[in-house]
């Protein structure tokens, strides 16, 4: 079984209705919701970030800034935002020390650029930054931005990064089909994100998102 977690974002941004939609889930066995440091407010993180938990959810923030100084200020709020996880990143060794083992981090392997973001390099080079930023003290898994990346073979991609991986690997961006979550469970990864795929209405139970949730759940079982 691969896990799915629900992204409150769309086009790298959260949502700004993100605690009507986080309502609209009750009930539909969801386990993990994440939202983007880019499109609210640290309060109204926060905010979205307890409500989910008061349902029992894990939450992620996934740290998608494009400068040094806008990631390290998202790193340092997600202590007081409150979530369970931090996903993305750039800088794997500073952002360890600055979440200090507080939270599972699982920051981005190869070289990731631009908003949205997009994955570059070799399968032989993500692979090698897979193995060493899950080395370093701090770091429990990795983002990996498998459909972000133009030229390679997506499943092979996901499958060396898994195995060169020492944590847990979710797979983030452009998901858009019960295909790609097939792929990505034959690869071994222990979970990936969607977002905009479900705010366009583009996966089965649309345009309802909670139908479309648990759609997306009945496929991972």
């Keep these: 079984m691969i896990n799915f977690v629900f992204m409150l974002t769309h086009n790298d941004a959260t949502v700004p209705d993100a605690l009507d939609v986080l309502e609209q889930l009750r009930g539909t066995g969801l386990r993990y919701v994440g939202f983007k440091d880019v499109g609210a407010t640290v309060p109204r993180l926060t905010e979205v970030c307890a409500a989910a938990h008061a349902q029992g959810l894990e939450v992620m923030l996934e740290v998608v800034s494009t400068s040094a100084e806008d990631e390290r200020r998202s790193l340092e709020a997600a202590g007081p935002i409150g979530v369970d996880w931090v996903l993305g990143g750039t800088d794997a060794a500073s ?91 034959r690869a071994g990864a222990w979970g990936f994100t969607i977002g905009s795929a479900i705010f366009e209405g583009k996966l089965p139970g649309a345009p309802d998102v909670a139908a479309q949730v648990r759609a997306v759940l009945a496929a991972c079982a």
């Design 95 to 185: 952002g360890a020390k600055l979440l200090g083992g507080n939270v599972r981090y699982c920051p981005f392997p190869g070289r990731v650029v631009g908003h949205p973001s997009v994955l570059e390099g070799t399968i032989e080079e993500i692979a090698e930054d897979a193995r060493r930023i899950t080395a370093l003290d701090g770091v429990d898994g990795l983002d990996l931005l498998a459909y972000r990346h133009a030229t390679v073979d997506v499943e092979e991609l996901a499958r060396a990064v898994v195995e060169a991986s020492a944590g847990p690997v979710i797979a983030a961006g452009s998901v858009t089909s019960f295909a790609q979550i097939e792929a990505l469970s």
